[in-house]
């Protein structure tokens, strides 16, 4: 897990098992300096069964929501002490999309329903979407998580169910996030927060296919496709000889009798 700071308080720091300390203090294991930040503000302990912020007597807020004494945090999550801002981010950026295409015709193994986004935050708190084929976010009337026009493009963003694999793909100049790291277009996991807009959602999908099983998935269509492609060039190769060498016997037949005609003897 990283720990970043947008606006510039602080260099990126990388998270390591135990406790790190955050504030003013000289001692902290990352000092910040910021309106309302005190010296020993907050404390961080990451575990094999994640990460935990504690609340040191000073005001805390994740996402927006006051943190009274802990919090489980996840990557993705915004949290603020006094003025400054940190932004957890994964320790890996979310794959990008394959450049090759997504076999489209495969049978799904992972069951229809189980594919959800839910929400986080906002208006969209507690509510549950269900991924089939595509699901779009933005202002437009026909969006299945529809958002206000002031301020939201007609389409956001969009998810598609792809076989079994899960992508998110960004039409808006405001670029969403997943895990903290700006996406335009990336591959899904179970598990990971998106935002959109300052709108937060999780994606629910315990079957869904790992991020470096589509990568493979889509090679291996590439790679078929490929192979259809040189059996039909061969196939044409083949046919494009035959015609060639029937033409060329025609020729050679023709010559033969116009030879014959020119010089038989003339009775």
């Known amino acids: 897990m990283r720990l970043t700071f947008p606006h510039g308080e602080s260099a990126d720091v990388d998270l390591g098992l135990g406790d790190t300390t955050i504030g003013t203090a000289d001692d902290s294991t990352v000092r910040i300096e910021g309106a309302g930040v005190s010296a020993n503000h907050a404390r961080m302990h990451l ?9 040191m007597g000073s005001p805390i807020y994740v996402n927006s929501r006051a943190v009274a004494e802990l919090a489980l945090l996840r990557a993705g999550d ?14 890996d950026a979310p794959m990008p999309v394959p450049a090759e295409p997504m076999p489209t015709d495969e049978v799904r193994e992972i ?17 549950v979407f269900v991924l089939s084929d595509v699901l779009r976010i933005g202002s437009d009337e026909q969006a299945q998580i529809t958002l206000d026009s002031r301020y939201a493009a007609a389409e956001e963003a969009r998810l598609e ?31 990971d927060q998106i935002e959109v807009r300052g709108l937060r959602f999780m994606l629910s999908a ?3 296919a790992k ?17 259809d492609e040189d059996a039909v060039a061969a196939s044409t190769g083949s046919a ?5 060498r029937l033409l060329l016997m025609a020729l050679a037949l023709a010559a033969g ?7 038989l003897p003339s009775w």
């Not at 229809?112 to 929400?119: A, E, Q």
């Not at 493979?216 to 192979?227: H, I, M, P």
């Open 47 to 55: 575990s094999p069964a994640g990460l935990w912020l504690r609340n």
């Open 111 to 127: 069951e229809h329903g189980t594919v959800v986004l839910r929400g986080l935050s906002g208006p969209v708190s507690g509510q």
């Open 78 to 91: 915004r949290v603020h002490l006094g003025a400054v801002e940190m932004l957890l981010r994964s320790s």
């Open 206 to 208: 315990p079957g869904l």
């Open 257 to 263: 009798i116009t030879a014959l005609l020119l010089f």
């Open 161 to 191: 169910l792809v076989g079994d694999c899960v992508m998110l793909v960004s039409t808006s100049p405001v670029t969403p996030r997943v895990n903290g790291w700006p996406a335009q277009q990336v591959v899904l996991a179970h598990g």
């Open 211 to 227: 991020r470096a099983s589509c990568e493979v998935r889509a090679q291996e269509a590439a790679e078929l496709q490929q192979e």
């Open 240 to 244: 494009t000889g035959a015609w060639l």
